[in-house]
């Protein structure tokens, strides 16, 4: 994808689980409503998922009419309405041996997720018996999912991401260990969609982040950046919130995002929509 002649008037980017999804499982007319006047205004749309693009294509935003899909907290990009892959960025053979080696001498309960675009199959390690997010985890993609066997540390090749389950009484430990431990990855905590509780701590390639994927898009865009605009709604939201020009979280977010960035209604009352309102007057 090159750079435009005459580039977009701006780009707005919307997380979806919590933010744009509403606790029905739904997206509001009000906010698809919303998306459409800022194309008819000639700006960019983008969907900032933390799912893959498995996932997210078996969901009701698979349907809006976006520009680009940033999914699996910005390891990629695809184009709408083709879904094009237009970015990517592995974790490689190396850096999943590497990782692999560590995580399996630990008490943490992870998966390893395939390569994109293929990274909803995945191998789990099931380190304890009392993780019941984990446990949910599984069970909602059970047919992608296998167990991982000691013959798969070497020879796995590139993957998209280890994802570690964490109980909500201990993610403040983890994360830490866990930042720690892989100072050399992205690590990305996001609050579980299942539970809303535990914590999924993430492990990506260093490039990979919403923020910087998002950054990505909008220099092949040749937008300018003073005309970018992003709303979430959890903690793999910050990088991207505090990269756009314009952040907003919605109302249903933690108090401690809310305290750093502007706040809308929340997801349920057309945040998003709300957001887009103040966005428009370029």
Not at 7 to 31: A, E, N, Y
Not at 104 to 118: C, G, I, Q, Y
Not at 181 to 191: D, I, K
Not at 216 to 232: D, K, R, S, V
Request: charged fraction near 20%; charge should be negative; aromatic fraction near 8%.
């Amino acid at each position: 994808m090159s750079q435009r002649k005459n580039p977009p008037k701006g780009l707005f980017i919307t997380d979806f689980d919590g933010t744009l999804l509403r606790s029905d499982g739904t997206v509001s007319q009000r906010d698809r409503d919303a998306l459409a006047m800022l194309t008819r205004h000639g700006v960019k749309t983008a969907i900032a998922t933390g799912r893959t693009l498995n996932s997210f294509l078996d969901s009701p935003g698979a349907d809006l009419a976006v520009d680009y899909i940033i999914f699996t907290t910005g390891a990629a990009v695809v184009s709408k309405p083709g879904y094009e892959l237009l970015y990517q960025v592995n974790l490689s053979a190396d850096m999943v041996v590497g990782a692999l080696e560590r995580l399996a001498d630990s008490s943490f309960d992870f998966m390893l997720h395939h390569a994109v675009p293929e990274n909803h199959l995945y191998l789990y390690r099931r380190a304890s018996n009392n993780n019941t997010d984990f446990e949910s985890r599984i069970n909602r993609r059970s047919e992608f999912g296998k167990v991982l066997e000691s013959t798969h540390i070497n020879g796995f090749g590139e993957a998209a991401q280890f994802v570690v389950v964490v109980p909500p009484e201990s993610t403040g430990a983890a994360l830490g260990v866990l930042r720690q431990e892989f100072s050399e990855l992205s690590v990305v905590r996001a609050t579980s969609p299942l539970d809303h509780a535990s914590s999924w701590i993430e492990l990506f390639h260093p490039d990979v982040s919403k923020g910087k994927t998002a950054a990505w898009l909008t220099a092949e865009l040749g937008i300018n950046h003073q005309n970018t605009i992003a709303i979430g709604n959890d903690y793999n939201d910050v990088d991207l919130l505090e990269w756009a020009a314009q952040s907003f979280v919605v109302g249903n977010a933690p108090g401690d995002l809310k305290n750093r960035f502007d706040t809308v209604c929340s997801n349920d009352e057309g945040g998003v929509a709300e957001a887009v309102e103040r966005f428009l007057p370029l």
